[in-house]
């Protein structure tokens, strides 16, 4: 048995303390998790994993906290070490990468039918490998570097969450492998959803916002069950300890040398278990919509679209009442009604009791992928973090009307978005071209968002900060979006040629009605009208005019 791999005593958690990344191992980490600012972001799919595992190692220490046991946790400030100790001392035999009866997150004597091992760079689903190597591709397997134990234990827990789709090895004592493979795979859980992780000053307080405040009967983690075997299963999760330790692939890493491992020079990855269904009162990290399609689960994760700055969705991170967001969004697009993450459900209970300021710096840390060629490869990876008033989050006047202010700005935005490609292409449409299609090519109003990101970072963070400056702060981004809004129109309008000016007829989609005729200044007027019912508080401003 070997414990020199013991991941309560290596380093290998990827952590920032006093503005420098270093690697600590578990037991640290919870000694000192007070000190520590956070993970190293420095790869978004292994800073979530790894803070995932964490967080079910703290709920099984500690138990989920009721409300008087978590104020006095979060007011005491620290964990208790000597109560990490006593948990190290019954999970450790579990955490050792190579121990000969249950090595951590993998499964004993895995081997498939042929026998071959695969390469390393199966640790990095980001990365091209097997059949999806690029031609002019940079590494090959053969190629492929050992690689660090701990870069190998962050990697594996990473794997199970986010691991590509398709084919995967087949595995000796697997019956459900066929011809060597076992076909039908699904991505790892979290690459089907977008993660919102409620983040606090340092790692204790990430760790305390997110622990759930009451236990789910039947709930377990992986490592509190047998250890697993190459059979595998499709199955409901159980609870959140559940879903958090999910093991959907059956691993076993290869080292250099048995007897005293310091890295890791093959892999072999097979099928692993296979979740029903995300269930909402099991994820604590993703949004929800409701489904659209009849039977099975009412409602489907919310997940991350590449490009798209994380205050865009913060109509589904705070919505407490779906009808009521619908409602102020419904000038953007038709949408299904959503409700936000349980965890941050979680924080503005502990909020509304009044166990958390009213002005604590809270911020969201959003991470997701999206994957490629039939989700055999992942294509982006979307990491972003924003401030969030936390007074939004809780079941008071206070909270709904900055929940409003927050969904309204998100709409707001949207909408001026959309007037923006209206106007350019109501101007195409007036030098005799053709409207653009929204899904294709390059569209003006996106550069209004990107105009328009900071005003917007700056205004959840005044509004988390200083609560009470709410309304100033309204008006000051409408100020800053009317501003960005014309940084881009006023180059559209005027490069309009004279020519232009006679119009064109603008083809109504209902073909029993006669055309529109469009013109420059038509298209400009209607732009114009927009633009001033969508920032009210701006209009009373002259254009460029500062805020007093």
Not at 137 to 148: F, K, L, Q
Not at 182 to 190: E, I, Q, V, W
Not at 289 to 313: D, E, F, I, K, N
Request: charge should be neutral; include cysteine; hydrophobic fraction near 40%.
């Amino acid at each position: 048995m070997d414990s020199s791999s013991s991941l309560w005593q290596m380093p290998w958690v990827p952590v920032v303390r006093a503005g420098v990344s270093e690697q600590c191992s578990l037991t640290t980490v919870f000694h000192r998790a007070h000190e520590i600012r956070g993970l190293d972001r420095a790869n978004p799919l292994v800073e979530v994993s790894v803070f995932r595992l964490l967080l079910a190692l703290a709920i099984e220490a500690l138990g989920p906290p009721d409300l008087g046991e978590w104020q006095a946790l979060w007011q005491r400030g620290q964990f208790d070490p000597v109560q990490f100790d006593r948990h190290a001392s019954e999970v450790e035999h579990r955490f050792r990468l190579f121990d000969d009866n249950a090595p951590f997150e993998q499964t004993k004597d895995l081997q498939t039918p042929s026998g071959k091992v695969g390469s390393t760079l199966l640790l990095f689903p980001e990365a091209a490998s097997g059949n999806n190597v690029p031609l002019f591709g940079s590494m090959t397997e053969e190629a492929a570097p050992p690689v660090p134990l701990a870069e190998a234990a962050r990697r594996l827990v990473a794997l199970h969450g986010f691991d590509t789709a398709g084919l995967k090895s087949g595995a000796v004592g697997d019956p459900q492998m066929s011809a060597g493979k076992t076909a039908g795979n699904p991505t790892g859980p979290l690459g089907a959803i977008g993660l919102i992780i409620p983040q606090g000053r340092n790692l204790f307080e990430s760790l305390m916002l997110n622990l759930p405040p009451a236990p789910t009967p039947g709930d377990s983690t992986a490592w509190a069950e047998s250890p697993t075997t190459a059979a595998w299963t499709t199955r409901p999760s159980r609870g959140v300890l559940d879903v958090l330790t999910w093991q959907s692939r059956r691993v076993r890493l290869i080292p250099d040398d048995a007897a005293r491992p310091s890295a890791v020079v093959g892999v072999i990855v097979a099928g692993g278990d296979r979740m029903e269904a995300v269930n909402p009162s099991h994820e604590p990290h993703t949004a929800w919509r409701t489904a659209s399609a009849t039977g099975g689960m009412s409602q489907l994760p919310v997940r991350h679209q590449p490009g798209r700055a994380a205050w865009r969705g913060l109509d589904a991170m705070v919505a407490r009442d779906s009808s009521r967001v619908n409602e102020l969004m419904k000038d953007v697009s038709k949408r299904q009604p959503t409700s936000r993450p349980l965890a941050l459900d979680w924080v503005g209970r502990r909020r509304s009791s009044g166990s958390i300021a009213a002005g604590y710096p809270l911020d969201l840390r959003t991470v997701g992928v999206s994957y490629g060629n039939q989700r055999a490869v992942i294509d982006h990876t979307m990491s972003d973090s924003i401030p969030l008033p936390i007074l939004a989050l809780e079941s008071t006047d206070t909270g709904q009307k900055i929940e409003e202010a927050l969904v309204e700005l998100v709409a707001r935005a949207e909408v001026i978005r959309v007037a923006i490609n209206d106007l350019a292409n109501n101007l195409l449409i007036s030098r005799g071209g053709t409207a653009q299609p929204w899904d294709k090519g390059e569209h003006p109003g996106d550069q209004f968002i990107g105009l328009v990101d900071a005003p917007t970072r700056q205004f959840l963070q005044v509004c988390r900060d200083q609560p009470d400056q709410l309304p100033t702060e309204r008006a000051v981004w409408e100020k800053e979006a009317r501003n960005a809004a014309w940084e881009i129109a006023d180059p559209l309008i005027r490069q309009i040629p004279p020519s232009a000016f006679q119009g064109r007829i603008k083809n109504n989609r209902d073909t029993t009605k006669a055309g529109t005729e469009m013109n420059p200044a038509r298209a400009e007027l209607f732009f114009r009208g927009k633009l001033a019912r969508t920032l009210p508080r701006a209009n009373k401003l002259p254009r460029g005019e500062a805020l007093t």
